[in-house]
Nanobody, 120 residues
Framework: QVHLVESGGGLVQAGGSLRLTCAASGSIFRLISMGWYRQTPGKQRELVATITGGSIRNYADSVKGRFTISRDSSENTVVLQMNSLTPDDTGVYYC??????????????WGQGTQVTVSS
């Protein structure tokens, strides 16, 4: 079993910054990728940023140049640094991880979500 623990959400004014952290623990054989998704009421969950075990990064167009995702492989932790936040960034942010728990078995895991609110 794998557990994801998120931290760092909150309320910030437009133009401000927040830092989200997600730590994975449990039966981790090998990390495939970790990332962040966000969801707002009435909308589907959307990708924000992901990073693979080989540190290949992928960003949503709406956050490129403002958000940075990084990974601490030794701690199985991913950090999302969010700068120049706008009210459109408001939502519940979910950490996701694709992890091999055995040589030929992998699953996708989700955190509980953390609220990010950007006021105008």
């Amino acid at each position: 079993q794998v557990h994801l623990v998120e931290s760092g959400g909150g309320l910030v004014q437009a133009g401000g910054s927040l830092r989200l952290t997600c730590a994975a623990s449990g039966s981790i054989f090998r990390l495939i990728s970790m990332g962040w998704y966000r969801q707002t009421p009435g909308k589907q969950r959307e990708l924000v940023a992901t990073i693979t075990g080989g540190s290949i990064r992928n960003y949503a167009d709406s956050v490129k140049g403002r958000f940075t995702i990084s990974r601490d492989s030794s701690e199985n932790t991913v950090v999302l640094q969010m700068n120049s936040l706008t009210p459109d960034d408001t939502g519940v942010y979910y950490c996701s991880a694709r992890i091999y728990t055995a040589p030929t078995k992998w699953d996708e895991y989700w955190g509980q979500g953390t609220q990010v609110t950007v006021s105008s």
